[in-house]
């Protein structure tokens, strides 16, 4: 377990800043998940922690050293890429021990380390297969067991169920969840899934453009986003374009209390916090989608907006019915103020 500390980092490639200097507390035994669109610099920032990328500028921190010249192999961290590779021309033991071997310690020590990591993963008894004879879930755990058998005080994972159907992802990813809590080992996680983020992280960093555009607990996020970028990009969000004025916001058709200055502004609104009211707007339905615990409906708001409102199974809703809608809960965003939120 270990602190980790960024302060001020930041990585330029050439013209092309890939992270913009931002600063970070990372608590001992913290899962926190990197979330973020391709290209927002998840990967950079996680290599400049793993030793992997020099920072252009500022401090990585672990437990209070700043660890800048200290070479990937020497620092308490251990990473998953995210394109790992496992070495086809060694079985799965020899895969886990390599970094143990590097290290020079006897080899019934290796062996004991090697079994237990493969243990915590659930691969007992794989340990003479190639990687080629291996499926994909089970390749991601030899992967992650050559981390941990390294017993690193933070772990560094890429994307490292990307390629792998949703099931087993879900999968792999409470079994993350397991051994880090049950090793308490400060782990950081990149994804660009928001699903997995939620259900993984203790805290997620949302990442735009190199930089950081709100960290907070996963409850936090979604009820709270920040900025206009997290509220679009966690959950499904109506993401309304209108204007504000003398106190009110007015969006395709909905015109409701904000307490921001005057201009334009957005109106967002989760489809779960529309309610259906008499007073409301009348809204013309697109398309009912039936998702099990709720019916999801597609409509066309006053000005024509798309607006996507969840509504109670029970209800009867066909293409073409015109509701009532009102938003109960919402926020409005304007440039350069802080969001305004509904009681
Ligand atoms: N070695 C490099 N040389 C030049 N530019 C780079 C290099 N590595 C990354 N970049 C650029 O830095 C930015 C951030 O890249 P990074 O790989 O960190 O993104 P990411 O968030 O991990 O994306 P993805 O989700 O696609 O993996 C991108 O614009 C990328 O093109
Ligand atoms: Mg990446």
């Known amino acids: 377990m270990a602190r980790l500390s960024l302060a001020g980092v930041s990585k330029e490639f050439g013209s092309v800043a890939a992270v913009s200097p931002l600063s970070l507390d990372i608590t001992d035994g913290e899962l926190v998940c990197l979330l973020g669109p391709s290209g927002s610099g998840k990967s950079t920032l996680l290599r400049m922690i793993g030793g992997f990328e020099m920072p252009t500028a500022g401090q990585v921190l672990i437990d209070g050293q700043d660890v800048a010249h200290v070479r990937p192999n020497r620092r308490p961290t251990a990473m998953v890429f995210q394109s790992h590779a496992l070495w086809t021309h060694m079985n799965v033991f020899e895969n ?179 309610v259906l009211t008499d007073g409301g707007l009348a809204v013309k339905v697109r398309r009912v989608v039936n998702l099990g615990p709720y019916l999801l409906a597609e409509a066309e708001g006053g000005d024509g907006s798309a607006i996507t409102v969840h509504i109670d199974k029970n209800r009867v809703v066909r293409e073409g019915d015109i509701l009532a809608i009102a938003p109960q809960r919402y926020a409005v965003y304007r440039e350069g103020a802080a969001p305004y939120r509904s009681a």
């Open 96 to 274: 886990v021990a390599f970094g143990l071997k590097l290290r020079k310690l006897p080899a019934a020590q290796v062996h004991e380390k090697v079994m237990t990591a493969l243990e915590l993963v659930g691969l007992n008894g794989y340990e003479k297969r190639s990687p080629r004879q291996l499926s994909g879930g089970q390749q991601q755990r030899v992967a992650i067991a050559r981390c941990l058998v390294l017993e690193p005080k933070i772990l560094l994972m890429d994307e490292p169920f990307a390629s792998l159907d949703q099931h087993l992802r879900e999968r792999l990813r409470e079994e993350v969840r397991q051994i880090q809590r049950k090793l308490g080992i400060t782990t950081l996680f990149v994804t660009h899934a928001q699903d997995e983020a939620l259900a993984l992280a203790d805290r997620i960093v949302v990442m735009s453009m190199g930089a950081i555009e709100q960290v907070g607990t996963p409850d936090e996020i979604y009820a709270n986003p920040s900025t206009p970028f997290v509220a679009g990009f966690i959950g499904t969000m109506n993401m309304l374009k209108g204007i504000a004025q003398a106190g009110h916001v007015s969006a395709a058709g909905f015109r409701v209390k904000a307490d921001i200055a005057d201009g334009e502004a957005t109106l967002a609104v989760r489809p779960e916090d529309f």
